[in-house]
T-cell receptor, first 113, second 110 residues
Framework: DVKVTQSSRYLVKRTGEKVFLECVQD?????MFWYRQDPGLGLRLIYF???????EKGDIPEGYSVSREKKERFSLILESASTNQTSMYLC????????????FGNGTRLTVT | GNSVTQMEGPVTLSEEAFLTINCTYT??????LFWYVQYPGEGLQLLLK?????DKGSNKGFEATYRKETTSFHLEKGSVQVSDSAVYFC?????????FGKGTLLTVNP
């Protein structure tokens, strides 16, 4: 069965800290995505990647960066965490660009204090 | 730009009631359309999809028809169950990205 694993379920970090959110998929998917989910705003795309070492900005990339050194792993980096980055972060992967379904992890609830 | 608008919740129904969640989209070209569901404490999972006009997606008793003339993809179920309580997201795929609506919380009471 398809699996997308996010390393942490809950994280609490302080303002200004550098934060790493890790995501691993076991389906050999080319495409991986990071979204944030906020009440009343739905899901918003932060960054995505169609191949190793490749990245593209989504709709809200400010304050974030990503790393894709291996096909199965896609990391989201908050260079200097701020309170407005408190959110639920969802990682997803897919087999092709747009038609196949996204497979989501269970999310990481990040709180920045 | 591309966008998805779905009816705002929350929606509260009694078991066996009829469900409709409205979804409309704006896009250049002809996107694929999806409904995803998020059960409490979990990530999203695909519920159904349609890839071209007049296609009907269906799964678990849910249905949605791709209506190009009204740019809509409304979700329906004839008889909801308590286990259908979840957040439902409409989404479109275009330009190789998935754009989601804001989600609709459905609560089904016994």
């Amino acid at each position: 069965d398809v699996k997308v694993t996010q390393s942490s379920r809950y994280l609490v970090k302080r303002t200004g800290e550098k934060v790493f959110l890790e995501c691993v998929q076991d389906m050999d998917h080319e495409n991986m995505f990071w979204y944030r989910q906020d009440p009343g705003l739905g899901l918003r795309l932060i960054y995505f990647s169609y191949d190793v070492k490749m990245k593209e900005k989504g709709d809200i990339p400010e304050g974030y960066s990503v790393s894709r050194e291996k096909k199965e792993r896609f990391s989201l980096i908050l260079e200097s965490a701020s309170t407005n980055q408190t959110s639920m972060y969802l990682c997803a992967s897919s087999a092709d660009r747009g038609l196949s379904p996204l497979h989501f992890g269970n999310g990481t609830r990040l709180t920045v204090t | 730009g591309n966008s998805v608008t779905q009816m705002e919740g929350p929606v509260t129904l009694s078991e066996e009631a009829f469900l409709t969640i409205n979804c409309t989209y704006t896009a250049t070209g002809y996107p694929s359309l999806f409904w995803y569901v998020q059960y409490p404490g979990e990530g999203l999972q695909l519920l159904l999809k349609a890839t071209k006009a007049d296609d009907k997606g269906s799964n678990k008793g849910f249905e949605a028809t791709y209506r190009k003339e009204t740019t809509s993809f409304h979700l329906e179920k004839g008889s909801v169950q308590v286990s259908d309580s979840a957040v439902y997201f409409c989404a479109q795929s275009s330009n190789y990205k998935l754009t989601f609506g804001k989600g609709t919380l459905l609560t089904v009471n016994p």
